[in-house]
């Protein structure tokens, strides 16, 4: 049963509390919550500054914050009711268009000639080529450079599919070299602000051996384990987020935005066990449709998938999995990654609610 609710993170005890009792027993399984008050009493030279930045006084004197803790996961996220209520403002959109349009005519936009090819060659597709990473992660690291410079531009479904069949043949040439390195990750770092050391708009690859990267592999243990209660942990995650009015179901793929964010915005793309990463494509382009319309400028995006040949481990139920995240205003200079990320749990500013209106627009 799918019941369309719209609320705010604010409420999400309550919003919980008032799912059809399937789907309630599900988010008691995977999520804790909890609510708490955060008081304090400003000196009144603080006023002013204070009804600039969020309205009142009274708004800022009890701040009601949310826990949220996914338990198979141990992933965790905090949110302040005063921060998520405050507008998003990008401040740095015009200097960071001057500045993708300053980086033209970098190596990426010559990759043949500016860009080393892996051992194995290159690999093209139609809308991008890979090329070696001069700086790897791993032993065989590679990039796709979009034919496309500008990170910004609208990206499609036909360009997303394009681009993650690209990188999956990548990966099987990579095998062929090192029939050990089994284990592919796809990533992509839009603009400094997500990591990316290179403006042009690109995406990277690895593979590695012995297992998974480790927070794949504890998705992996967590949903196992899961198991043991007679339930899919993708499924129920899914159906949670769906009857609170967080999910879209595109194609055969499940979107929604996380209740658990990694950090601002972050939205999960699953899809069906057996099916392959391109089934997400559509989903993808969704969303990074849904963070231009949202003011989005840097974001990150991951895609979990089943190593490429059996390691003799089960995945027989873990389907493709693209986490994507918001990463803050390109301009600011402060971090949006800090001890309480690093070392304990996220703050986010945002709220899941807003950011799911965003994807079904």
Known sequence: ??????????????????????????????????????????PAEMTPWIEKLFGSVAAVREQRIVRVTDLVRMEGALFNELRARRPMEVKGADEVAKTIEGARGDPFDQPGTGTP?????????????????????????????????????????????????????????AL???????????MWNCLWRAGGSVVHAHMQMT????????????????????????????????????????????????AFASLVPVKEREVWVVGRPGEDEGALAAAIARVVSAYRSMGVLAFNMALYVPPLVPDGEEWR?????????????????TSDIGAMELYAASVIASDPFAVADALRR
């Open 117 to 173: 090819a892996d051992t194995f060659g290159r690999v093209r597709g139609r809308f991008g080529t890979t090329a070696s990473n001069i700086a790897k992660y791993d032993g065989y690291h590679g990039v796709i450079v979009f034919d496309e410079h500008d990170p910004l531009a609208p990206v499609s479904e036909e360009q997303i599919r394009d681009h993650l069949a690209t990188a999956r043949r990548w990966a099987e040439l």
């Open 1 to 42: 049963m799918t019941v369309a609710v719209r609320g705010a993170i604010a409420d999400l005890e309550d919003l919980i509390a008032a799912l059809p009792a399937e789907t309630q027993a599900a988010a008691r399984r995977i999520l804790r919550v909890s609510t708490t008050i955060g008081r304090l009493d400003p």
């Open 317 to 333: 139920r873990f389907p493709p999995v693209a986490r994507l995240v918001d990463r803050g205003d390109p301009a600011n200079r």
């Open 207 to 254: 593979t590695t051996r012995g297992m998974h990267y480790p927070k794949v592999e504890a998705l992996r243990r967590g949903a196992l384990a899961y198991e043991q209660t007679g339930r899919d942990y993708f499924d129920d995650l899914w159906a949670v987020h769906r009857d609170l009015g967080l999910g879209v179901e595109i194609g055969s793929a499940r």
């Open 176 to 186: 062929a070299a090192d029939p050990g390195a089994r284990y592919w990750f796809l």
